[in-house]
């Protein structure tokens, strides 16, 4: 069962670019890396999804090194809005679905 | 579409009372989870199911029941309840194949138990 290690919190300021690490070194070959974005008092929304390399949305992107035991979210030029938790899952697609979530980042966006 | 819907959306129970959490998705998804969060926690796993007629546990099953008797619908039971479920509970739904890790979530159903 891949498990993954993201920081507890973070905080920034409106405008700059953040990034958020995850590490999930028991990825398996099939796994695909995904993040969420959970607003309080909301259910998870799905933000960027990858398996190698970068992926890039209107949202945010994802950059995932040649040995995939650690991702990167990036968000940038932050707002206020983006104050969340943020989780990281690494997916065992070929296991039928068991996605276990981690303890998640806490983005604290500042004025 | 209306999505995953959950219903209801508060409820209070007292112990040992016994309720049904509805979940429905018009999604088509063959995968169908049940989480639950605690203040200021994660999400953790209750049961699963990749379709009609199949169901499994995740991390915390104990005290729930599951059943999977159409694609659409996903009760989650809980028989006697007891003050320590009281949490927040999401139900998800998705694909089954290799992109099944998008999940769609519902707005969340909220238990006291007193």
């Known amino acids: 069962l891949a498990k993954t290690t993201q920081p507890i919190s973070m905080d920034s300021y409106e405008g700059q670019e953040v990034n958020i690490t995850c590490s999930h070194n028991?990825?398996?070959?099939?796994?695909?890396i995904t993040w969420y974005q959970q607003f309080p008092s909301q259910g998870p929304r799905f933000i960027i999804q990858?398996?190698?390399t970068k992926v890039t949305n209107e949202v945010a992107s994802l950059f995932i090194p040649a040995d995939r035991k650690s991702s990167t979210l990036s968000l940038p030029r932050v707002s206020l809005s983006d104050t969340a938790v943020y989780y990281c899952?690494?997916?065992?697609?070929?296991?039928?679905?068991?996605?276990?979530f981690g303890q998640g980042t806490e983005l604290s966006v500042k004025p | 579409n209306a999505g995953v819907t959950q219903t209801p959306k508060f409820q209070v129970l007292k112990t040992g009372q016994s309720m049904t959490l509805q979940c429905a998705q018009d999604?088509?998804?063959?995968?169908m989870s049940w989480y639950r969060q605690d203040p200021g926690m994660g999400l953790r796993l209750i049961h699963y199911?990749?379709?009609?007629?199949?169901?499994d546990q995740g991390e915390v099953p104990n005290g729930y029941n599951v059943s999977r008797s159409t694609t659409e619908d996903f009760p989650l039971r809980l028989l006697s309840a007891a003050p320590s479920q009281t949490s927040v509970y999401f139900c998800?739904?998705?694909?089954?194949?290799?992109?099944?890790?998008?999940?769609?979530f519902g707005p969340g159903t909220r238990l006291l138990v007193l």
């Open positions: 998800a739904s998705s694909y089954v194949g290799r992109r099944q890790e998008t999940q769609y």
């Open positions: 028991n990825i398996a070959t099939n796994d695909y």
């Open positions: 990858g398996y190698k």
């Open positions: 899952l690494v997916g065992e697609g070929d296991q039928g679905g068991k996605l276990i």
């Open positions: 999604m088509n998804h063959e995968y």
């Open positions: 199911s990749v379709g009609a007629g199949i169901t």
